[in-house]
């Protein structure tokens, strides 16, 4: 071999070394920011990374949805941010009255906190239905002992979908829909900008039903389902219910840079009406229609439960201040399940929000130890 050769070969050695070796620095470089910040993004990450405790990044806003396979899914067609109006509905048969339905909105990457619930606070509800894919019907005695008759309590998770290139965490709700069959999918891919539409169009689908109340809950959040229903059956309600932890004096955000922004062209005035603070409230069936027609003329911005306030200060609804009455709802609430009393805890039937596995499952233990000998007042 020449010289000229050698040294052309030995060039070219070094060159795909060096290419080699900035190869593996950006892998991984990519794995610890992976692993650290941002799970979606990375091509080798599991099911597992997505489904604990940890708050997971949104997808992007541009990604576009995939198609679900399962049949027993309730499926909405729609991308974007359709109009309501234009969402097709499931044919529903005749039905028994419903007298609450609970709507649990869930991302489709939080399996745990799903199984979570179905294994707290759902558990006290007998299954109703003898369908499989029915078994999120269910029914409990009156508490108040007024009637003979159970009620009927219907519960859905509202999910949308996971962007198209994770097909891992869309399968893993494909099969857990087809095991519990009490999985509501919306056809759309999950972003905090379209959370008002995930909650309008979970409340057109509660629209359809024979159903009394309607309850919005999130999936990190405790609810005593005896103790509400209590209170729902004993207490003086307004003829129009829209009930819950009541925010006032809260100011919109405009910088352009927080999640939470909303511009001066969606909502132009300096304080939002009084709302109910997003991760649990209730609604009479007559307050869904009300505010199902209210919301095809007032535009939207992204935060879903000040939205709600302004669609009913526009159809004159004044929310119901359920903080000390039975919902408490503050992030991160501190310590509940360990430092209230049982007599504390009775009072209330809402708790949360932000609540980990572990904690729904501790604060379940201490409530299903306590007697409900009284209404939450």
């Known amino acids: 071999m020449t010289r000229v050769s050698l040294k052309r070969v030995v060039a070219f050695s070094l060159l795909v070394s060096v290419g080699v070796i900035v190869l593996l620095y950006k892998t991984t470089s990519n794995q610890i920011k992976c692993s650290k910040n941002s799970p979606q993004g990375c091509p080798w990450y599991s099911i597992g990374n997505v489904t604990g405790y940890k708050v997971t990044p949104e997808p992007s806003r541009n990604a576009t949805p995939p198609n679900s396979s399962a049949q027993v899914q309730m499926e909405f067609q729609g991308r974007g941010d359709p109009q309501i109006e234009s969402t097709p509905l499931p044919a529903l048969p005749v039905q028994e009255e419903r007298f609450v339905l609970i709507l649990i909105i869930s991302a489709p990457y939080n399996t745990i906190p799903r199984l979570t619930i179905r294994q707290t606070w759902l558990s006290v509800l007998v299954n109703k239905s003898v369908a499989l894919d029915r078994s999120n019907i269910r029914a409990m005695k009156d508490p108040t002992n007024a009637s003979n008759d159970d009620l009927i309590i219907h519960y859905l998770f509202v999910c949308g979908h996971y962007y198209e290139s994770q097909q891992k965490v869309e399968s893993a709700v494909e099969n857990e829909t087809r095991v519990y069959g009490d999985i509501l999918r919306l056809e759309y891919t999950e972003t905090y900008s379209?959370?008002?539409?995930?909650?309008?169009?979970?409340?057109?689908?509660?629209?359809?039903?024979?159903?009394?109340?309607?309850?919005?809950?999130?999936?990190?959040?405790?609810?005593?389902?005896?103790?509400?229903?209590?209170?729902?059956?004993?207490?003086?309600?307004?003829?129009?219910?829209?009930?819950?932890?009541?925010?006032d004096k809260s100011h919109p955000i405009r910088n352009n840079a927080s999640?939470?922004?909303?511009?001066?062209?969606?909502?132009?005035?300096?304080?939002?009406?009084?709302?109910?603070?997003?991760?649990?409230?209730?609604?009479?069936?007559?307050?869904?229609?009300?505010?199902?027609?209210?919301?095809?003329?007032?535009?939207?911005?992204?935060?879903?439960?000040?939205?709600?306030?302004?669609?009913?200060?526009?159809?004159?609804?004044?929310?119901?201040?359920?903080?000390?009455?039975?919902?408490?709802?503050?992030f991160k609430l501190q310590h509940v399940e360990r430092i209230w009393s049982d007599s504390e805890l009775n009072k209330h039937f809402a708790l949360g929000d932000s609540l980990t596995p572990k904690r729904l499952f501790a604060l379940h233990k201490r409530y299903v130890n306590i007697t409900l000998s009284q209404p939450p007042s």
């Open 259 to 330: 999640k939470y922004y909303v511009s001066y062209e969606e909502f132009n005035e300096t304080i939002f009406p009084f709302y109910c603070n997003g991760p649990f409230y209730i609604l009479s069936k007559n307050v869904v229609l009300e505010f199902l027609a209210a919301s095809n003329h007032t535009r939207r911005f992204p935060l879903e439960d000040a939205y709600i306030g302004v669609l009913a200060k526009k159809v004159g609804v004044v929310p119901t201040h359920l903080r000390e009455k039975g919902a408490r709802l503050a």
């Open 194 to 247: 379209l959370l008002v539409h995930k909650t309008l169009t979970s409340l057109k689908f509660a629209s359809t039903m024979n159903v009394k109340f309607v309850v919005k809950i999130d999936d990190d959040v405790y609810l005593d389902v005896p103790r509400m229903v209590w209170w729902l059956k004993t207490a003086s309600l307004p003829e129009k219910l829209y009930g819950g932890d009541v925010l």
